[in-house]
């Protein structure tokens, strides 16, 4: 199983960027995928959620601003943020659950007030 992450960079407050965590080893299209993030200090926590048929779920805290999605074609999931915050400052995983925990080596996004 791998899952690698990528489009994360430093964004100004407001700005946008749009993550995809490119996966394989596994049957992609049947499995949920998670976005979590982790700042400094503090706890990872869940972010989005996006089932096999396409049902999406998000925190409290970034609801309106983050959109998550996924194509099954290319054995990925995507996190679009718009809107950013200083407080969305962490690094991003991918993740998803095969029993156990996968998890993608994150990437970082940086929002500057």
């Known amino acids: 199983v791998q899952l690698q992450a990528s489009g994360g960079g430093l964004v100004q407050a407001g700005g946008s960027l749009r993550l995809a965590c490119a996966a394989s080893?596994?049957?992609?299209?049947?499995?949920?995928m998670n976005w979590y993030r982790q700042a400094p200090g503090k706890q990872r926590e869940l972010v989005a959620s996006?089932?096999?048929?396409?049902?999406?779920t998000y925190a409290d805290s970034v609801k309106g601003r983050f959109t998550i999605s996924r194509d099954n074609a290319k054995n990925t999931v995507y996190l679009q943020m718009n809107s950013l915050k200083p407080e969305d400052t962490a690094v991003y995983y991918c993740?998803?659950?095969?029993?156990?925990?996968?998890w993608g080596q994150g990437t970082q996004v940086t929002v500057s007030s």
């Open positions: 993740n998803t659950v095969l029993g156990t925990p996968y």
């Open positions: 080893g596994f049957f992609f299209n049947i499995r949920t």
């Open positions: 996006i089932g096999s048929g396409g049902r999406s």
